[in-house]
């Protein structure tokens, strides 16, 4: 049914935090991985060995470079002559779906299959009832949703494993069969991407739940939603990265010792060495 | 947006089909078609041709069409179910229109089944709209001329191809008054289209910074993409278009769907060769429509580009 | 499946099994879910020391790369030339015929004619082994290419290194320092122990000429002009000192600052170590009084306050200033007594009446010096010089002013009971960014200086040791020189050459060995040298080579410098039409571009068909606390006629007869590798796995072999740990606890302190050589370049390939780079001052950019790219260059230009990055792939688009008679690339080529 369900009291979602992704791309392979060979899979390649290889992917990892502003009015990154620019960061971006509370992608389904768990809140595409029209594709401003549609360049030598099963719409399914998959561990009952991540960068949860860790790191570090004005509230998180502590910030730098080796320059240092009581 | 081709055909085809629906549906229901029997049948079988084929070609953009029927379950929430339930539902009116007209009749019943029809055609062409108007992602769509562009475009080029019959039959006398309607909707339709394109020229493109919401951080632009390969968002939804060509194309799609049908009304009018100028119009009305369309696609930026890096070159 | 009703209680497959991943060094434990016999998912196995449980993209991605159809199948004999791919499918039966064939002629003629050399091989241990009964004393891994420099410097100074041999302490340290790291071995480690850092708030530097990964998330990026670290690292030194920001005491504890360093020019032990009739190294101590009333009550900084009484300084310092000295100011005493108070500073007067120093104001003199002035290196390393003062102060003040003190009590090696520990929670990492460098070796050697002087070495909050670190700095072991009766070698071909006579070199001084290893050349190049066998090997120089046995070194492609004239190398031939290395035998698991060049090829099989065994022998897995080892266990079956390496090389030992291989009736002692990791005793009790040994598996470290030990590894995760005791948590180089327990776990000889080498006493030894002292000496042509290298105390000197411009092309660029008329990027405006590497020579103008490469985080080399996931994150490289250097070059990111080294030029796309120094170009390594390898389609970008920047990298240094790497190591410099960029009259216009200079 691609109406909304009722806002519900349970949002589970990801929180990814900005500030210790360092662009790995784990999360992105893990993701593939777990889901390529699973109920939700496969995630059909095309060309994977020859001149086009692509294919469908649940999350991506993106690298943006931010100019951050600088005092004097000169500031883009074409031109850095500025030395008082500071130093440019670079921020690595995981992208993946959002489960958003009020999304278009559910709405605009004219067949029922994306849908949005009434007890839970994740998005899913019923891969049984998808004819592939992409049209929920097209109202995601997340690029969360991918399709393998027949493609020419898909070869014979391929070798690919299994059928691969195409023309309906994929995408992040937050390990719906791995959180309440009483065959796993306790431990492993989170999504492949949060298990895999070398930094944990990412956490999952339950963000209608104030008291949920989750929620908690997002207040504590202000965790924003992705382009709000679309109005589709997303449901996971992102952390913005904490301030660098490079020279231009004053307050962590200690003070220098200068001053107190003045005194003791008037010494040559050698000498000043001799002096030195030790013990071993 | 990349333009599809199945998508393209569809609109352009159905469009003209159910615009030219609207016309003969209308004309039937006030009682002023000025033909009947062979006369209805010609131009509403014609209009079936666009319309099925366009409908036909839009399942090949699916990725399973042989499931194309699920998509007429979510009418509540859908354009597009919706969409497909329009369309299914105006060939009952139109077998109703046939069945009529080939039986001679031009009663009320006839009156009925083209109101019906003319009513499908345009919920058809209001759904068909509402798919793109409705998506917030894509900003060039969201344009208030949307809307009303879909009508106008069908019910011209639909128009053109119902002159073009009237003008071509033997024994259908008509009058000025519908191919000056036509020069009219045909001005009425550059001057939307141009207005709507000034108008997504000034739109400002969704940036990384905030797409990303780092813009607070600084200056954004995007290092490296995901992967440096094309994949099916950048293929679909990142397209690009020379600015070059897009200038040159929407010339080319105002000359051939707007000026040149102009032309041929006022000479047609003027010379009384309709019967020359009205196909030449129809044909040029369609293919300045496939060029238009393709631009509606091409020039049209989903938000979901901006987390990409600028395509190089 | 059906949706609508999700099966939500679905098994991860049919069985799971644990085993470690292989698709890095990192050696992650793993689990692989299996689903009807097949490969279903692969995730990091929580309960494993290495990764706790997260895995990497290319961990998660191994069954593409277990499933690739560039997988090898059947051993392949070589119908066609080399080079032209063809091959001819043969039995394994006369495959190893063959290969024994081929070796047992050379075994009878001379060992040395077999050069064996394996590439980022896991089985060091096996293979090394095999090696020195084969009897050869030509055999390496990869270390001589990949950071020897960092191994051989932290060996050398303070018996561990970087590398996995030890870590930050991550949960302590509260300031990180990372030195040129992109990725490392210890991959999945460092970017959890990233993680830790980052939520307590612990500053982390990236000192680097690029800025992504790990540097993305550091909080300050120093953009350093590579190369110049080691002028970094010592102005940090300079700094430090003047402002006595050292830990004295630490230093005179557990390092060699106040061993006294003779001083008398042109003697035979100038700039030794002055020893007593033990051999004791001797220091200077306070008068006698003085010594034993303060040492008595300084036991431990910081828990007693060492109140010794003040000796008048006065008169030492008059006395130093006169050169005289009252024998009643000081006294020489064995330094390495406990309850001494050493001095640190002076000039003294030896018992036979020479001068000698401290070793501290020998390091101290060098650093203080202008050259390391933070004002005079700021131009060179492109970092301004009120930068490195605050780096250098904000060191300090953790170091110092932030220490930390841990409750843990704790003996010291003199048996002194201490009841804390005091930390310097200040951490260093540093890895190819400083050891790809021909001045790697004393570039490390200073960062661990900066450490010591920190007092940051094995501290809470600092660099911690993994065991079985440390060992003596150097270790024990040397380079085997000579063979037995039996034919093997007397010991592992490789080690640490303490003294010139440790060099494997003839009575001319000449190498021996094939790779120049242990010569005058690189004397400690404690790796050997795979980058240069080939070339050495063609040239017989010194010695022919029968047969080039390689194993996992892509060595026709990304393991090369100067790719394309090493590729010509494999298929040189003599006058006679013989190809001058008469056998090449190649074991890969995969249709690499190595393979293209072999004779015979040795089909392996993957990760996951086979055991191996990662052990305590090889490079450690350890943690600080923990030591730690593995195997792998075959989760699947081959499904092909490959065999598993380490096998066949049993084999072939047993087919060959060699010692310890084969029993006296011809039997193979061992039935395969698995058989060979649970029986084999390297020496007693001491075998290749630590874990469950003893009959009844009850012993950990040392034990009998256990027939059930796989077993036992099997049920247990496939790797064995073992706790560190608490109190040998730290100051592991004179922790009593420590050294008893890594004693009896078998991982040093004896419980002797482990003496940093603040001054590195090995490297005079050298020196000397080449000064005309001791029976082993330099030929007349080394002598100044050894007595310039081995310098005992860290130098930094600019070692950059410079050889002469391309005389053709330079006059071509010259013509493009005249302003065309109306181009709008025209005068463009000049680099910053002060971002520009060196400038010196000629050469520098004509190549004024530095080239270097990064791993990515999601490839491994060149194995990634058949790997159908990883290859669709990138199938491409770029070059990226600074966007003001690309306007300064008139280009545009995304378009196509030259890039120009003086071996050749390739076209490449540039790209903009901002975050990388102005005058440095990067690109990612080894996504360039050669057509027809790997099983890539015709048209694969990696070929079309993409490069391989090796092709420009020479593999020759400036003075044509040496390598391309570090004089001391021989460490193949990579990142010392120096190239220009210049337009291409059709910059739109795609595609990769390479134009080698003599085509
Ligand atoms: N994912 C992945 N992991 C790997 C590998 C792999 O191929 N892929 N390979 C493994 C192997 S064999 C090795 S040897 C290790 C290597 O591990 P790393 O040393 O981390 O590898 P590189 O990518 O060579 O990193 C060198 C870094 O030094 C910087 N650099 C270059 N020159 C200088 C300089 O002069 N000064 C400073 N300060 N920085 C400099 C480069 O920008 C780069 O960031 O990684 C291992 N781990
Ligand atoms: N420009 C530039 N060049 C560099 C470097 C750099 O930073 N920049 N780094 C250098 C360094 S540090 C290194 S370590 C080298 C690494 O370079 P290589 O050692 O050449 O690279 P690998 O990709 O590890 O490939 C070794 C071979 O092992 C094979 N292999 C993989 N798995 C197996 C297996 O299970 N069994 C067998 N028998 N073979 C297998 C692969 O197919 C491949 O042919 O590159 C060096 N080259
Ligand atoms: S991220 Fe996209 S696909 Fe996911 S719920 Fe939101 S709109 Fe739908
Ligand atoms: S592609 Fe599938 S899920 Fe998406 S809107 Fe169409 S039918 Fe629904
Ligand atoms: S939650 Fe699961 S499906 Fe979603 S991105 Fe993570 S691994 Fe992929
Ligand atoms: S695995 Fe973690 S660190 Fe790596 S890209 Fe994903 S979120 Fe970032
Ligand atoms: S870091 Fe290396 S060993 Fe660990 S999972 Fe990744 S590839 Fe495997
Ligand atoms: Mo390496």
Known sequence: MTSLPAPAKKKLGLVIDLDICVGCHACAVACKAWNDGGDFGPLADDDPYGAEPHGVWFNRVHSYEVQPPAPGPRLDLLHLEDTAAPAPQMVHFPRSCLHCETPDCVTVCPTGASYKRAEDGIVLVDQDKCIGCQLCAWACPYGAREIALPHPKTTTSDTDRKDAKRGTMQKCTLCVDRIYNETLDARDRQPACVLACPTHARMFGDLGDPDSDVSKVVAERGGFALMPEFGYQPVNRYLPPRPRRDGSSTAATPPAPATETLDANQLPPLLRWLDKALSR | ?313 | MPHAQLELNRPTGDEVKTTTCYMCACRCGIRVHLKHGQVRYIDGNPAHPINRGVICAKGASGMMQHYSPARLSKPLLRVGERGERKFREIEWDETLALATKWLSDIRARNPDELAFFTGRDQSQALTGWWAQQFGTINYAAHGGFCSVNMAAAGMYTFGGSFWEFGEPDWDRTKYLMLWGVAEDHDSNPIKLGLGKLKARGAKIVAINPVRTGYASIADEWVPVNPGTDGLLAGALIHELLLGDRVDFEYLVRYSNAHHLVIRAPGAADDGLIARDADGKPLCAVRSASNRHSGAAQSAEPGIHDADHGKPDSGSLLRNVRNDEQKSSDFALTDATQPDIAPLIAGEYTLPDGRKAVPAFQLVAERFLADDYAPDHVAETCGVDAATIRRLAAELAHVAFDAAIELPIAWTDTHGRHHDSMRGRPVSMHAMRGIAAHANGFHTCRTIHLLQILLGAIDTPGSYRYHPPYPKPAPPGNKPAKSRRPDGSLTGNPLGYPQSPDDLLVDAEGKPRRIDHAFSWEFPLAAHGLLQAVIRNAVDANPTHIDTLFLFMANMGWNSAMDTTATRKLLCAKDAGGRYKIPHIIYADAYDSETVAFADLVLPDTTYLERYDCISLLDRPISGCDHAADAIRQPVVAPDRDVRPFQDVLLDLGARLKLPNMADPDGQPVYKSYADYMVRHERAPGVGMLSGWRGADGTQAGKGAPNPDQLQRYIEHGCFFETKVPEAGAYYRMANRDYLAWAQAMGFVANTEPVTLQLYCEVLQRFRLAAQGHGAVQPPEAERARVERYFDPVPLWYSEIELPAPLAGRAARSAERAAPVGGDPRENPPHLPSGHLPPQAGEGNDSYPLSAITQRPMFMYHAWGSQNRWLRQIAARNVLYVHPHTLAAHKLASGDWAWLTSPRGRLRVEVRAHAATAPGTVWTWNAIGKRRGAWKLGARAPEFVDGFLLNHLIGERARDARYGNGDPVTGQAAWFDLKVRLEHDPEPRVPGHRFEPVDA
């Open chain 2, 1 to 313: 947006m990349r333009p599809a081709l199945s998508v393209i055909f569809f609109t352009v085809l159905s469009g003209a089909g159910y615009g030219l629906w609207c016309w003969l549906g209308v004309a039937l229901a006030a009682g002023v078609y000025p033909s009947a029997g062979v006369g209805v049948l010609a131009p509403l079988v014609f209009g079936f041709v666009l319309v099925t084929a366009g409908l036909l070609a839009s399942t090949s953009h699916l990725g399973r069409p042989e499931r194309a029927w699920r998509a007429l379950s979510q009418w509540r929430s859908s354009w597009l179910s919706r969409e497909g339930i329009a369309s299914l539902a105006a060939y009952l009116p139109m077998l109703a229109v046939a069945w009529l007209a080939w039986r001679g009749s031009t009663g009320g019943g006839l009156r009925v089944a083209g109101a019906l029809l003319a009513a499908c055609a345009l919920a058809t062409l209001l759904c068909t709209a509402n798919i793109y108007r409705s998506l917030k992602t894509i900003a060039a769509w969201r344009a208030r001329q949307v809307l009303p562009l879909y009508f106008v475009f069908a019910w011209l080029s639909g128009g053109l191809w119902l002159w073009a019959w009237l003008a071509l039959a033997p024994h259908a006398a008509i009058g000025e008054a519908f191919p000056l309607t036509l020069l009219a909707l045909a001005v009425i339709a550059a001057i939307t289209k141009f207005d709507y394109w000034r108008g997504i020229d000034a739109q400002p493109a969704n940036s990384a910074g905030h797409a990303t919401g780092l813009e607070t951080l600084g200056q954004v632009r995007a290092f490296e993409g995901p992967v440096t390969e094309p994949s099916y968002l950048t293929h679909e939804m990142a397209f690009v278009l020379a600015r070059r060509h897009g200038g040159r194309l929407r010339r080319i799609a105002l000359g051939l769907f707007a000026v040149l049908p102009v032309l041929a009304i006022v000479v047609a009018v003027t010379t009384g060769q309709a019967a020359w100028m009205a196909p030449i119009a129809a044909i040029a009305a369609l293919a300045g429509l496939f060029i238009e369309r393709w631009l509606f696609f091409a020039q049209a930026r989903h938000a979901v580009a901006a987390f990409f890096p600028a395509p190089q070159g």
